[in-house]
């Protein structure tokens, strides 16, 4: 089995080239979403307190929007990019169907 620890875009799951640190700016060439976010973050995890395994960081409200976070390093590998859109989905599905939408 190969591991693929490329670093991916985690709209589009495309492979993101990095040549220098990624800043707040930065977009992803495919898609043209933020780079630097939560969902592309390797410390990203929907079960912890503020959905961050990072001890102390600051809240962030829009996890799909570049940010400024100390702590950002970004994720390797493809797979590690699934769970935040699956979660995304299904919490959106979960709320249309409360609200009858």
Sequence with gaps: MI???GFYCYKC???VLMEVRITRFDTCDFCGVDLRVCFNCRFHDLSYPNECREIG???VRERDRGNFCASFE???GKDR???AEV???EVKS???ALFKK
């Design 94 to 96: 979960k709320l249309d």
């Design 81 to 83: 990019l699934s769970g």
């Design 74 to 76: 970004f994720a390797k």
């Design 3 to 5: 591991v693929d620890e």
């Design 87 to 89: 979660a995304k989905d």
């Design 13 to 15: 799951k495309k492979e």
């Design 57 to 59: 960081t600051a809240y």
